[in-house]
């Protein structure tokens, strides 16, 4: 894992100038029993993901990760990689221009490269859009690029 950026304070953000790269998150492991609990939990059951026979056959050889579960862990890697330990709390403010480009076959490693695309005041914090873009381990292409607004609070 990369060196965590620790940002001493929320207006220390706005500082940041645009397309700063701040690290790498860890890399993670997106197992099978992942993907059925996510399915479960989504009430996605597509063979694609959970039929490990099935996709055997298929267009990958194997079961994937669902576009959304990926996505899912961008908060998490995002957190890895940037926080605020002086602010009373993040608040997930949404995603914009999420792209899914390229399966996560299930065994395959991702971790995010984690940049800042715009920080903006807003009262009595920050509002901050940071790009994930979600590595692949041993693909040209990411699974998927997906920018994240936190709204910072002091």
Not at 19 to 38: A, K, N
Not at 49 to 76: C, E, F, K, N, Q
Request: proline share 7%; glycine share 8%; aromatic share 8%.
């Amino acid at each position: 894992m990369s060196a965590l950026t620790a940002f001493a304070a929320v207006p220390d953000l706005l500082a940041v100038t645009p397309g700063t790269e701040l690290g790498h998150s860890s890399w993670r492991v997106v197992e099978q029993p992942r993907v059925d609990t996510f399915a479960d939990a989504t009430d996605d059951h597509q063979w694609i993901h959970v039929d490990r026979a099935r996709a055997a056959d298929g267009p990958y050889g194997t079961t994937i990760a669902h576009g959304m579960l990926t996505l899912s862990l961008v908060p998490t890697m995002i957190g890895e990689v940037a926080t605020v330990p002086s602010a009373t709390f993040g608040l997930n403010y949404g995603f914009d221009k999420v792209r899914f480009t390229a399966p996560v076959p299930t065994g395959s490693r991702v971790r995010a490269a984690v940049s800042v695309v715009a920080a903006d005041p807003v009262p009595g914090g920050a509002k901050v859009t940071f790009r994930a873009v979600v590595e692949l381990e041993g693909s040209d292409r990411p699974a998927c690029v997906a920018d994240m607004i936190i709204i910072w609070m002091e």
